[in-house]
């Protein structure tokens, strides 16, 4: 494992008790990073993008910010009216 361990989801049904839990410690905000976890080196667990709406779902649920890094590969576009992120709404 190239990080320390820390907390993860494994998918969409992950998601409600996930941010719970971070709320919980202490998280004012969900940090999400959405990217292909591929490269020339090695390959590292990727969130897939039902995963990230659930997240971003249930952060906004709880009245939370979610803000998501994605700066490569392919996305869903996002949709009309959202703020640009693949995950608003």
Do not use: Q
């Not at 999400?32 to 649920?61: K, Q, W």
């Not at 803000?67 to 608003?88: C, E, L, W, Y």
């Amino acid at each position: 494992m190239i990080y320390a361990p820390f907390p993860t989801v494994s998918g969409p049904d992950d998601a409600e008790g996930f941010v719970a839990d971070r709320l919980a410690e202490g998280s004012d905000y969900l940090k999400i990073i959405y990217e292909p976890g591929d490269s020339r080196l090695f390959t590292l667990p990727a969130l897939d993008f039902a995963t990230v709406r659930a997240l971003t779902r249930a952060a906004h649920n709880r009245g939370v910010m979610a803000i998501v890094h994605a700066t490569s590969g392919p996305r869903p576009r996002p949709r009309r009216g959202s703020s640009g992120s693949p995950t608003a709404g």
